[in-house]
């Protein structure tokens, strides 16, 4: 899984100048993916009384994207990860937190819709998280993450912001094989419909 860890990020590194290259001289070739950060909850299956029940938080989202192919990289200095300890079926589940501060996905949006004045994208997608710390850092744990992505975005040009996301597909948590159902919604989304829902717009 190194191996895997390092062609991932080999291949991230050889796309950014690609991808530089190819669109220098063609005006409006290349998007800005961009998002403050999400707040993200997934379930890993089958169950195996841990890393069952997943909460993510990730903070700084930015990327680039081919607006030609729909084929684009994000990149996330600060992730934290909050898995349970116990089976699902507990009565209650007890968290454990660690923070991933190298976090790739390479995308490729298939389906690009406007709907409604928003992106809707449709299309595969491969995550990988490594260096994790909490105490101390973990250079041999890491989160792998493919499978299909479907969401809505914001449109402001060339200027794309991500509002909301599902996903599903395979997961490897540090050797463990899993099926993975997620989805992640924009922090400043979350902080207008709590704000729209507050006892003031009652009134």
Not at 40 to 47: A, D, I, K, R, T
Not at 181 to 201: C, E, F
């Amino acid at each position: 899984m190194k191996r895997l860890i390092f062609i991932f990020i080999v291949i991230f590194a050889v796309t950014v100048p690609v991808f530089a290259q190819e669109n220098h001289n063609s005006p409006g070739g290349v998007d800005v993916d961009f998002s403050v950060g999400n707040m993200g909850f997934g379930v890993n299956f089958p169950l195996r009384n841990e890393y069952d029940v997943e909460l993510s938080l990730s903070v700084i989202q930015l990327g680039v994207e081919d607006s030609r192919s729909g084929l684009g990289f994000r990149f996330s200095p600060f992730t934290f990860f909050g898995w349970s300890k116990e089976s699902i079926n507990e009565e209650e589940i007890e968290l454990e937190g660690e923070i991933c501060i190298l976090n790739f996905t390479l995308y490729w949006n298939v389906v690009r819709l406007n709907v409604l004045g928003s992106d809707f994208y449709l299309g595969p997608f491969a995550t990988i998280n490594y260096m994790f710390v909490d105490e101390e850092f973990y250079w041999d744990k890491f989160v792998f993450t493919a499978g299909i992505q479907m969401g809505f975005r914001a449109n402001f040009g060339q200027f794309k912001y991500n509002i909301f996301t599902l996903e599903v597909g395979y997961r490897n948590i540090n050797g463990s094989h899993r099926y993975y159902v997620g989805g992640k919604i924009d922090l400043i989304t979350m902080a207008l419909a709590s704000a729209l829902s507050g006892p003031s717009w009652y009134y």
